[in-house]
């Protein structure tokens, strides 16, 4: 009889989180909040009903010590979502996920008509096998990570979000209230979505991405030696022109073979480790200065405010200025 | 003995939660992760020891239907607090605050070295008396009613937080994250704060006030039928000029009589209320449309692009363009 009842409604909006001990709570209060706020302004039977799912029933600690109480465990859970999505945490990277909660996601996929990840959750996704051959990203602390994990994955750790349908994944914390806005926008259109934000005082839509937030140089693998002597001589001399030749002369070793060291260490060529790190140093004159652009231009090496912008901009998807005014004291 | 031991450690920065039934749950998450991803930073004896505090032990619902636990009911909590914060809520600004947090917040705020709240948690501030002849904000919806219910406050509507020491007040829900950014930054400095923001992926200064999230109209007290032909012949007649004349001729009354009626009625000026008016326009077409600024200038009945770009400016904080990229779709 209930079923019958139940065919009388219109299919509701069931929306499932998981959680797990130590995940990040701002991951889940965040997109949480958004489908929150969209059902005060969408018709009643049209409202998004929410479930947080745990591994067990007991009581979770999220890594900031917030004791959250899941609405029901995994094992009770069945499979009556439209859409599910896996919060993040700190340890998620580099420790075992939880066999439930990946059991529960390879099943469940089947069914959903999206499923995703906010911050780290995307490595759930990846045990799960929900990431191969799609699109996805996430924290950037963790992207280096989960490429090595999941090398199946084409993953760009700029974007605040990819929604590779019907797989959304999210770049770090915050970026999970991106990633809820364009869902409530896919369903309910931009009118709704844009009122949602403008509750909860965030934007929209962010200018530039992810990679903005996060440092540019990558870790070389091993403290090979001849590694070392090259970053700290950029570093060092990071305002000058450093062309090739002076620094096979500076390092005593052929560019060449420079070039084949730093590549198999890093992923990267020289001259991307350059720029990287001219990069770095303008964006930390932008932020602890008030010093003209032109004089930031000198500073990191770039030479000219054209040559500092254009890099700036391809990278981070900002101006300096636009940047000193988001990061600068 | 356990005070004795306690008197060799370094004082540790105990900050307290205030949460009640209904809060919001981004309001308590964004800022206890600032906390908690600044003591993945900061000296171990310097770390922040966070302590959420409700009416009872009992579990509470979020308004977005999260479960909480509290780690102490406010009976209990005891007066060992560095920092005292209230969330807010969706019905804070309209029902009777907690009456055990009130007092409690009465007692402690003789103690703390600082206390405030986040988004409509200022009620509750309000209705300790804490509020008084202090400068303040909250959520924008809720600011004229917060004005209303506290004479004594100077509130504007705009910061995205005011520090009047000891007390900081945070505008709607996500600037709790701003307000604890700004508290980090006072115990450990930029560089500390900089480093939670990117790992969080949320700037550290964002760009505008709060203004630019809220509508500009005010609500007439009474559905006066004047005021109501005044608006509508407004609504209807935004690109043109609208001055005194044609607008006393339009609606059959003086415009001596107008003025004082909008006065009696808004609070504003006749003027003031076609300048917001036009700016909502404005504001519309940019978000909806990608019509040029002339075009928008036009539209919302400003004239030139210059005269849109001075009001726009003055009001919400940003350019006409930076606010089509946050929130045009």
Redesign the interface.
């Known amino acids: 009889m209930a079923v019958e009842t139940h065919a009388w409604r219109k299919p509701v909006r069931r929306i499932a989180f998981l959680v797990f001990p130590n995940f990040?709570?701002?991951d889940?209060?965040?997109p949480?909040?958004v489908?929150?706020e969209a059902n005060g302004l969408v018709p009643a039977d049209d409202r998004y009903e929410?479930v947080?799912i745990g591994p067990t029933p007991d009581?979770l600690q999220?890594?900031?010590?917030?004791?959250?109480?899941?609405?029901i465990c995994v094992g009770a859970a069945g499979d009556q979502y439209e859409t599910i999505l896996v919060v993040g945490g700190p340890d998620v990277p580099t420790s075992q996920p939880d066999k439930r909660l990946v059991s529960y996601l390879c099943e469940q996929a089947l069914h959903v008509r999206r499923y995703g990840s906010i911050c780290t959750g995307a490595f759930y996704l990846g045990a799960a096998g929900l990431l191969n051959g799609k699109k996805a990203t996430t924290?950037w602390?963790a992207a280096p990570l989960l490429a090595k994990k999941f090398p199946s994955v084409s993953i760009d750790p700029d974007p605040?979000f990819i929604y590779d349908e019907p797989l959304i994944t999210s770049?770090?914390?915050?970026?999970g209230?991106d990633l809820a806005l364009a869902l409530v926008?896919q369903d309910f259109g931009?009118g709704i979505s844009?009122a949602v934000?403008?509750?909860?005082?965030?934007?929209?839509?962010?200018?530039g991405g992810?990679l903005q937030?996060?440092p540019s140089l990558v870790v070389s693998k091993s403290g090979n030696e001849k590694i070392e002597r090259f970053k700290t001589h950029v570093e060092r001399n990071i305002r000058d022109e450093l062309s090739n030749a002076a620094l096979a002369r500076a390092l005593g070793i052929s560019f060449r073979h420079l070039s084949r060291l730093v590549q198999d260490e890093m992923g990267i060529t020289p001259i991307e480790y350059i720029r990287r790190a001219r990069l770095d140093t303008a964006r930390e004159v932008l932020?602890?200065t008030k010093l003209p652009l032109k004089v930031v231009a000198h500073e990191s090496g770039f030479g000219t405010v054209e040559k500092l912008s254009r890099a700036f901009k391809t990278r981070f998807g900002v101006t300096p200025i636009q940047y000193r005014?988001?990061?600068?004291?």
Request: glycine share 8%; proline share 2%.
């Open positions: 990040q709570a701002l889940l209060a965040g949480l909040d489908f929150a929410i947080v009581i999220a890594s900031n010590g917030m004791q959250l109480v899941p609405d924290h602390q605040l770049a770090g914390v915050t970026a209230i926008q931009s844009l934000a403008r509750k909860l005082i965030v934007v929209a839509h962010r200018l992810q937030y996060s932020a602890n005014s988001s990061f600068g004291s």
